[in-house]
């Protein structure tokens, strides 16, 4: 950004036109006064061209999913589309289609239910309670979470889904996406709980309100946005998610959508890009909604402190 | 009745923030434990709650050891320094939680909640959310939610340091009448003395993990038992000066007093506090109980003013009514009140002067 | 005062809070952790005789790979990758859009902030095709913009795209953290810093940085770990060409999967683990000498 001019030479160069118009708003000001004003309007056209860029570095890729869907005859290339609904149509007699949408359903939901309420039991004791080495054992599972949702592990996981029967199941997939997301759910969790002050806790226990009764009446609704938060990042993730389901389910008919994008191809190899982007648009809306409405309703902030 | 006896706790790390402590507070009584910042007192009114577990030692409300109860199973209410009130939940429900945890239905203990606040004028306030009150509603709705628990005992943290000077008066006058109506024993922490000298029936001031003196407000202001006490109590601290016992006389900064009782020769510290001490512009003559000095500074009390004295190694600091404050570098007189000034040896009071 | 256990919830009620998620964390993370830490010793493969009846081969595997130009190519672009899109593409310009927006109430800010949540939280399969479908060689949007038309990006810099890829892709967490970071950076405190004439890096170095510090070692930890083993780059590139966009995670699926040699894929995994644990390490011990330096 353009900041942070040496005085002299903002003070010795001559006026821009716009530093000169403000200027002659303002009273006669001084040395400082005048320099404190040049810096003023740089920051500001500073700040307004890097918001522009970001707006816009942000915005291009988002282009295309919305234009291609309603293309008749769409391509790579953004375009005003001739408009059409019939990409729905074609896209909905797609056997596998709906179906893949209620198997993602099933998945995230499943996984984000597991996710916020295990992580949140345990953020909340190893918040509360002295355990030694709890944050090098956080730090341990973080690693290994990254690591072991990679490609490698994929053997071992395959191999153990085998053995406990569960290849083919939602819940199979369920419980290992679970597994990979819960250490850093709870390393978030925790920050949250971290940053709640304790007084509340104890003033419901000086009532005689069981440590149960507290996470239900206090804690929980204090670090609703934080549950809220990981809920959705749960979802997100899940949703999006097309190794773990590729491996772990063999029947299409459990397939979840990001598996299902992938059978979107000609039968000679080629990408059917009206389904396709189709397909994109249907299966990004469920997730944007429901960040929208979580959002709105507690707040989405991966960081506690609570306000009062 | 609250019965503590060799109570200590002592946190991870060896700090003994109570030191083997014995106390009785009575029935209704108001109960103060007053001291400076870390000397114990916030931890002992925690552990009679529950909140701390003692190292050692036994704690009785009325008569029951309730040492290893639960904070929940004690009947006590504590109100937080920061009130704790649950910002998620409206006034009704924040004054009706101990009554939720007791299980009594949702429309008694809605009506209990509104008569609780109706008697604490906050009717009005009751759908509000905690984030919408001023800092003395707050306060009162937290005196709310700690009575409608109905304890034997109430415990304060610092009741009134939330609050600005205005209306700490105000709540001052207001939380003293509401203990003599309610007539529940209470107890509360405070680090200001005149908050402790105007409301409580009884104080122990502490340091450093220890009771240095219990008694009454007038008890702890008149006859403070040590220098520690003597120092604290009072809204302009004490002179506290070095002074020996010669010969059946009293010499202390410069001025000859006379010794009462059979006092040994030896060294004592001598104690005045500014209000008990009248100031004399001029020299008063043939007099060898005075002590002289210069004048440093003049600090507005508004109907008084609070003169330091320079004389010599000490400064002595006299409380003149208004009109009578003398002018800065003008010599002056200090003149100690027979019967005010009190005698220590080894940090002990001695007697009376 | 704050003490420990303010709910009364006690050691044994507080291992029964935290036993689930370890017990799930246990059976789906650790096991398959160690089992592949196990491979890695073998010469287990895919399909042939080593798929029935895997060998133990000792540290076979891991000298093949540190001697492997590969291996080693790869690791030097994971770093690239890591330091170029983490560290300096998401930290800094999450922590810049959350600076330049931090007092700034109305649309603007919850349109841009808008904006960088949804590249985050759309699938990743989705967004894969959205990339392919800007940086594609013929008529991606991007070359109709810039009127380049037949440039490959993808082909010609394919690091530098999967790097402004995942800029875009995960600077939204960084924002968010450091959004709410700043809240808890008093405002007197920046005022002190501008009334003394500190501009704005001074009033970031002297000020801000002190307070957010924990949210700075967060931060970086948490999207240094997701970038070094982000897979979604493969959906654009696959690591090509030749190689050359092949970060670890690419490498890894490529050698064990499609290679068909899990117990080297295994290996290297392992290995990405203790360079993980490095990355770690290495934030922690930055973070924390900061603390002891004394201002003089």
């Given amino acids: ?308 | 009745m609250i019965s503590l006896s060799g109570l200590t706790k002592e946190f991870p790390g060896g700090v003994r923030a109570v030191d083997s402590l014995d106390l009785e507070i009575g029935d209704g009584e108001f109960f103060a434990l007053l001291g400076p910042s870390g000397c114990g007192k916030t931890t002992l009114l925690r552990s009679i709650a529950g909140l701390e577990t003692p190292t050692s030692g036994k704690i009785r409300i009325s008569g029951n050891d309730v040492t290893a109860l639960p904070p929940g199973r004690r009947n006590v209410a504590m109100v937080f320094q920061d009130y704790a009130l649950f910002p998620h939940m409206d006034v009704t429900s924040n004054i009706a939680y101990p009554l939720r945890i007791k299980k009594v239905s949702r429309s008694r203990r809605e009506a209990r909640a509104a008569e609780t606040a109706s008697r604490l004028s906050l009717s009005e306030l009751l759908a509000r959310r905690p984030g919408q009150l001023s800092g003395g509603q707050q306060q009162r709705v937290a005196l709310a939610r700690a009575i409608a628990s109905h304890p034997q005992v109430f415990l304060f943290d610092e009741p009134l340091s939330n609050l600005d000077a205005r209306l700490r008066l105000e709540a001052r006058t207001f939380l003293k009448r509401l203990q003599r109506e309610l007539a529940v024993t209470t107890v509360f922490v405070t680090h200001d003395q005149g908050e402790a000298l105007a409301l409580a029936d009884r104080i122990a001031v502490m340091n450093a993990g220890r009771i240095m003196q219990v008694g009454t407000p007038s008890e702890v202001f008149h006859r403070p038992i040590g220098t520690f006490v003597a120092g604290f109590i009072g809204s302009t601290p004490m002179n506290l000066l070095p002074a020996s016992a010669e010969g059946g006389r009293l010499h202390v900064a410069g001025a000859v007093l006379p010794l009462p009782g059979d006092i040994a020769d030896g060294p004592l510290v001598y104690g005045l506090r500014p209000e008990y001490a009248d100031l004399s512009q001029s020299a008063p003559t043939g007099r060898r109980d005075v002590f002289s000095g210069k004048v440093a500074v003049v600090e507005n009390l508004g109907a008084a003013h609070l003169v330091t004295l320079d004389s010599g190694d000490l400064l002595i600091q006299v409380v003149v009514p208004e009109g009578d404050e003398p002018a800065v570098g003008a010599p002056a007189w200090a003149v100690p009140r027979t019967g005010r000034a009190l005698l220590y040896r080894d940090d002990r009071l001695l007697t009376v002067a | ?296």
């Fill in chain 3, 1 to 296: 005062m704050s003490q420990a256990d303010p709910s009364g919830l006690g050691r044994a009620r507080a291992v029964g809070f935290v036993l689930p998620g370890l017990v799930l964390i246990g059976v789906f993370l650790v096991f398959p952790a160690l089992w592949t830490i196990y491979l890695g010793l073998t010469d287990y493969r895919l399909t042939g005789l080593a798929a029935a009846d895997p060998q133990v081969v000792g540290v076979d595997n891991y000298t093949t790979a540190l001697g492997d130009e590969r291996f080693r190519n790869s690791l030097w672009l994971t770093l690239q990758y890591v330091l170029g899109s983490a560290v300096i593409g998401q930290a800094v310009l999450g922590f810049a859009i959350a600076w330049v927006l931090r007092n700034r109430p109305g649309p603007v800010k919850r349109i841009t902030e808008g904006l960088v949540l949804l590249a985050w939280i759309l699938p990743s399969s989705v967004v894969a095709f959205l990339w392919i479908a800007l940086l594609d060689r013929d008529d991606g949007t991007l070359n109709t913009l810039l009127h380049t038309p037949g440039f490959a990006w993808l082909l010609d810099y394919p690091m530098l795209s999967i790097i402004v890829f995942n800029v875009w892709r995960g600077t939204a967490f960084s924002m968010m953290l450091y959004g709410a970071a700043l809240e808890n950076v008093p405002p007197s405190h920046l005022e002190t810093a501008r009334l003394a004439g500190a501009s704005t890096l001074q009033q970031l170095r002297d000020v801000v940085f002190p307070r957010i510090k924990g949210h700075v070692l967060t931060n970086l930890l948490l999207i240094s770990l997701w970038t070094f083993n982000d897979f979604t780059s493969f959906q654009l590139t696959a690591g090509g060409p030749e190689g050359r966009s092949e970060i670890l995670p690419v490498y890894i699926y490529n050698v064990a999967l499609s290679g068909g040699q899990l117990g080297f894929g295994a290996a290297i995994s392992f290995l990405v683990l203790l360079i993980n644990l490095v990355f770690a390490f290495v934030y922690l011990r930055l973070l924390r000498d900061r603390r002891k330096v004394v201002v003089p």
């Fill in chain 1, 1 to 308: 950004m353009t900041r942070g001019e040496p005085e002299e030479s903002a003070e010795t160069r001559r006026p821009k036109r716009d530093e000169g118009r403000h200027r002659r708003v303002e009273p006669p000001a001084g040395r400082a006064g005048g320099t404190a004003m040049t810096r003023h309007v740089l920051g500001t056209i500073g700040r307004a061209t890097f918001l522009a860029v970001v707006l816009g570095f942000f915005s291009l890729p988002l282009l295309w999913l919305a234009s291609a869907p309603f293309d008749a005859h769409p391509s790579i290339t953004t375009s005003l589309p001739e408009f059409t609904f019939g990409n729905f149509r074609s896209l909905l007699d797609n056997p596998y289609v709906v179906s893949s949408l209620r198997n993602s359903l099933l998945q995230a939901a499943g996984s984000a239910v597991l996710v916020v309420v295990l992580a949140a039991l345990a953020a909340y004791a190893l918040s509360r309670v002295r355990v030694p080495g709890r944050d090098a054992l956080l730090y341990v599972l973080l690693l290994l979470s990254s690591v072991v949702t990679g490609t490698a592990a994929m053997v071992p996981l395959f191999e153990l889904a085998t053995r406990l029967n569960l290849i083919d199941t939602h819940l199979g997939v369920v419980l290992t996406l679970s597994g990979g997301l819960l250490p850093a759910a709870i390393f978030i969790l925790k920050d949250f709980m971290d940053g709640t002050p304790t007084s509340y806790e104890e003033s419901a226990r000086v009532f005689g309100a069981s440590p149960l009764q507290i996470l239900r009446h206090i804690v929980i609704p204090l670090v609703r946005p934080g549950l809220a938060t990981i809920a959705v990042w749960a979802v997100a993730n899940v949703w999006g998610s097309f190794l773990q389901p590729f491996i772990l389910l063999r029947d299409p008919d459990k397939a979840p959508g990001a598996v299902i994008l992938y059978t979107l191809y000609t039968e000679g190899g080629a990408p059917r890009l009206d389904l396709i982007s189709t397909f994109s648009l249907l299966y990004s809306l469920p997730v944007v909604v429901m960040y929208v409405f979580v959002s709105r309703r507690y707040g989405f902030r991966f960081h506690g402190g609570i306000k009062r």
